[in-house]
């Protein structure tokens, strides 16, 4: 608020405050750390901007909860985390007492980073010192690919030299090689000298000034011993104004970062300050200034782009670096002072999001800039250091899963625990909800690279930075190929074709109007929500609503997708334009090689390598479709990428077409195969009141067509968007209040809410507190997927506040008091739990397997446990040499980490595999691939 002197701030209990619990009487910035952990259940907080004539305008309290298994992380104040760290040197990645045992890591996980940074650092000894790089730019030039050319050399020759001075002086650190010390100062005395006014300001490039400032004040403590004091001084002085400037644009004139941290670059910039505020302490007094500016901002806010459930908004490909970059910040407080960073819960839940949203086997990453980018070392290295840190065997198999390589940069020399014994995710869903960012992914198998993968986003950051233009967008992967895409290229910031066509929501799989007018870019008011999200073992259901990111000229601007497993997505649009007017509606789809429309404009094929997707629009009757195979802007002109992505293959954009109208409701069907497998026909009916499909194995999906009230679909009532009657007996009730069986109720809620159940498992959501009510005879036991009961009784709402889920019986009165169901009033969110005697997740006995591998038999011992899904699964590694395999004989069930199940599999050594259901023989014979002059011969 402006003209306020402060913000008052209390922490209660109880909703209306009437015990205040903790109070902070002034706070003079946005944000606050608690020095204490709380308790376990629910609290309420609120604040009040202090004016000069005290009166109090509270904020509408917010309640939060905190889980009786949550991981206390108090936040000292920041005198006492500075007080933590050692006056002496060196501080940066290891103190003085604890220099031994860094050094170690030169015998074992740091082994080959070290012997790689040393050949590189031996291979540069005769090198000149790289002259201070120019810039022929005025600031403010409008970027074109000159520029961009000239900037790439300009960082490459700056930061290049400051990762080249790193490089050195960590050989010395690691060594303690004089010679190699001395080197590294010649570099850090010579990069000092640059002009701070220069090629190498802020002004410039931020990116090359802060690599200057950061990584010389690291040399500069690594080094502390052998610099002169002059030398030391001269040195300060450089850091000072580089730090001083990054500073002021960061926190002075203007919004300061604080209260606006949605900076990629910006935010980088801030934990590098303090860094540099680390390693400067106690050698000039603005080390301190910038230390309590920082830090305690920097333990608040982190991450910008994401919750406390591990997700990144900006998309993967900007996660890997970022997450990076943060990840030095955090590190360096860790080892200088031994604040744990790794604590805070969403650095807890970071290992969920590549496991979801980036797994093993993906060909692409999903959503926002640089989404082109496959899993690659930046994963694994990432993997290692956050299983390590959290000592989270299932992190540990998704990077070994990955079969790749660590980034092998000089933060892998302390990063990973080869100790920790990798167990693959038996105990984690296959869906997910990252609730903060707003994205869905859900997966046929997390286990499978060769997986059934939807990504869904409808996300409030918008389009803002490298968010893109995509709210209720998706993408499928399958079969090990991307084929339902996000298109365009990310050539660079800014560039034409970046924001004529790769941020705009014609670029994606999304919903345009009238020739392509979508979502606004740049905007992070432009968002989307995700209203309801399940999980279930025979189907998951995600909605989104996008009406804000049509900023006006929809009404509605809803997506609803079903995914029955294994391989078919129904998707639902309901849309309708404002202020009675019309608008022709285009369904968006896009493909990176073969996209050709069915002769009906009523879907398309889409092909790439080993895969196809299958897509049919069955509502409305009529379509008109096009595919494009140039990128076009809105206003119909080609903007072609450039620079590195001048020369990549156009991708296929289809738009299919509705008649004009005021709203419509599209539904689609599509599914993943195999190339070779035929594609099941979905039977589509039209009763006037609801569509049915009938899908190969009877299942039926019953979509709403009726405008109110309750639809009657065969024997079932329901008033919701859809209801899905699985062939098994599962049923799910999408964004509803009422399911009726014959006229008997089966589930009744207060509030629209997505609820899938069957005999076993019963998945629910709704965004706020809501009551349910579901009628099952045979409903005995509530259990939650670790096993506990939620305790039946009487309803008390300290249940609830503690649990954030409260169950009471549903009794008979007219039948002796017999329970014909559960009343569950649940916080609002996705709730997941199984029924009765359904297992639950749990380790089992170790199982033997028997392989054999070109005649010669093995035993093999494996791990088994239940998965979430109540299966047997086992794991484990065969003894075997790299190469290609024919597999003769296997379990249905068996899925190799790195590539799955094919009739033919290129093994690494030692390859390592699952197998659920009940494991038996397996049997290999190695292909012998003949030299291409022997077979001519």
Not at 119 to 126: G, N
Not at 476 to 483: F, P, Q, R, T, V
Not at 838 to 847: H, I, K, R, Y
Request: glycine share 8%; proline share 5%; charged share 25%.
């Amino acid at each position: 608020m402006d003209e306020v002197n402060g913000y008052r701030l209390q922490v209660s209990r109880q909703e209306d405050f009437c015990e205040v619990i903790y109070e902070c009487e002034y706070l003079g910035v946005n944000y606050y750390n608690f020095p204490f952990a709380f308790q376990s259940g629910t609290w309420y907080w609120r604040v009040s901007p202090i004016n000069e004539n005290e009166q109090w305008v509270w904020s509408t309290p917010r309640k939060f909860r905190i889980n009786q298994e949550a991981v206390p992380f108090p936040v000292p104040l920041v005198e006492e985390i500075m007080d933590s760290i050692p006056d002496s040197h060196p501080r940066i990645w290891a103190t003085s007492d604890r220099l031994e045992e860094f050094r170690s890591f030169v015998n074992g996980k740091g082994k080959s980073i070290y012997e790689k940074t040393l050949h590189a650092v031996m291979s540069r000894m005769e090198e000149g010192l790289t002259p201070e790089p120019t810039f022929n730019y005025p600031p403010g030039y409008v970027p074109d690919e000159q520029w961009i050319e000239d900037c790439n050399r300009l960082k490459k020759e700056a930061i290049g030299s400051t990762r080249k001075m790193q490089e050195t002086a960590l050989i010395y650190f690691v060594s303690g090689d004089v010679s190699m010390g001395l080197h590294a100062k010649k570099q850090l005395l010579h990069i000092a000298d640059w002009d701070p006014a220069g090629a190498t300001s802020y002004q410039i490039d931020h990116q090359v000034h802060r690599a200057i400032a950061y990584r010389s004040a690291i040399v500069f403590d690594w080094l502390y011993d052998l610099l002169s004091q002059d030398e030391k001084q001269f040195v300060l002085a450089t850091l000072k104004v580089r730090t001083e400037t990054m500073l002021g644009d960061l926190s002075g004139s203007g919004i300061p970062i604080t209260e606006n941290p949605y900076d990629s670059h910006g935010w980088t910039a801030f934990g590098y300050i303090g860094i540099i505020a680390v390693a400067l302490l106690g050698e000039i007094p603005e080390a301190e200034l910038w230390f309590k500016q920082v830090v305690p901002a920097y333990i608040n806010l982190l991450p910008p782009w994401g919750g406390e459930d591990g997700g990144w908004a900006q998309g993967t490909g900007y996660w890997q670096v970022s997450s990076f970059m943060n990840k030095e910040m955090m590190d360096v407080l860790l080892y200088a002072s031994g604040f744990n960073l790794y604590d805070k819960a969403h650095a807890r839940n970071e290992g969920r999001y590549p496991l979801y949203a980036y797994p093993h086997g993906s060909p692409t990453g999903v959503f926002g800039d640089e989404n082109d980018i496959k899993p690659n070392g930046y994963n694994v290295s990432l993997l290692r250091r956050i299983a390590e840190m959290q000592g989270d065997a299932r992190l540990q198999w998704a990077w070994k899963a990955l079969g790749q390589s660590p980034l092998n940069v000089m933060f892998d020399y302390f990063y990973g625990d080869d100790s920790l014994t990798p167990i693959p995710p038996y105990d984690w869903p296959k869906a997910i909800w990252f609730q903060d960012i707003g994205w869905v992914a859900m997966h046929s198998e997390l286990y499978d690279p060769l997986r059934v993968s939807l990504y869904f986003k409808s996300s409030r950051y918008g389009s803002y930075n490298h968010s893109h233009a995509d709210q209720n967008s998706f993408i499928i992967h399958a079969y090990g190929e991307d084929l339902a895409i996000d298109s365009g290229w990310y050539d660079w910031y800014g560039s034409t074709h970046h924001e004529k066509f790769t941020r705009q929501t014609l670029a994606h799989n999304a919903i345009t109007l009238n020739g392509g007018v979508g979502q606004p870019v740049h905007d992070m008011e432009a968002s989307g929500t995700v209203t309801g999200f399940v999980t279930h073992p025979l189907f998951d259901a995600a909605s989104g609503d996008a009406l804000a990111a049509y900023e006006g000229s929809l009404d509605q601007a809803e997506r609803h997708i079903l995914y029955i497993r294994p391989n078919l997505f129904v998707i639902i649009d309901r849309l309708r334009c404002t202020d009675d007017t019309d608008a022709v509606f285009e369904w968006r789809l896009h493909a990176a090689e073969q996209l050709i429309i069915d002769e009906d404009a009523k879907g398309a094929r889409i092909h790439k390598g080993h895969a196809g997707l299958n897509v049919k629009l069955h509502y409305p009757e009529q379509w008109q479709a096009s595919v494009e195979e140039k990128y076009k802007d809105q206003q119909g002109k080609e903007v072609r990428p450039e620079g590195r992505f001048a020369h990549q293959p156009d991708q296929l954009h289809a738009t299919f077409m509705t008649p004009q109208s005021g709203k419509t409701m599209i539904v689609s069907t599509l599914e993943p195969h195999r190339i070779g497998e035929i594609p099941h026909r979905v039977r589509c009916e039209n009763d006037g009141n609801f569509l049915h499909l009938t899908l190969k194995d009877r299942t039926s999906v019953y979509i709403r067509l009726a405008e109110e009230g309750l639809v009657t679909a065969d024997r079932y009532q329901f008033d919701a968007v859809a209801l899905v009657v699985h062939s098994s007996g599962g049923v799910m009730l999408l964004r509803g209040t009422k399911l009726f069986l014959d006229g008997h109720v089966l589930i009744e809620s207060d509030s629209i809410c997505t609820v899938a159940i069957d005999d076993e498992d019963l998945a629910a959501s709704c965004l706020e507190e809501w009551e349910l009510r579901i009628y099952r005879p045979n409903l005995k036991k509530i259990k939650r997927m670790n096993g506990v009961d939620v305790e039946a009784g009487d309803a008390t709402r300290e249940q609830l506040m503690m649990s954030g889920v409260q169950c009471e019986p549903i009794v008979e009165q007219s039948s002796a008091n017999q329970v014909k169901g559960a009343r569950l009033t649940m916080e609002g969110g996705a709730h997941t739990f199984r029924l009765n005697a359904a297992p639950t997740s749990a380790e089992g006995p170790d199982v033997e397997l028997k392989v054999s591998i070109d005649g010669v038999m093995q035993k093999v011992r494996m791990r088994s446990a239940i998965d979430l899904y109540g299966r047997q699964l086992s794991w484990g590694s065969l003894t075997n040499e790299e190469g290609e395999y024919r597999i003769i004989d296997a379990p249905v069930g068996l899925l190799f980490d790195v590539c799955g199940r094919q009739e033919n599999v290129v093994l690494p050594q030692n390859a390592s595999f699952v197998v659920y259901e009940e494991p038996r023989q397996i049997v290999l014979e190695k292909i012998i691939h003949q030299p291409e002059n022997k077979k001519q011969g």
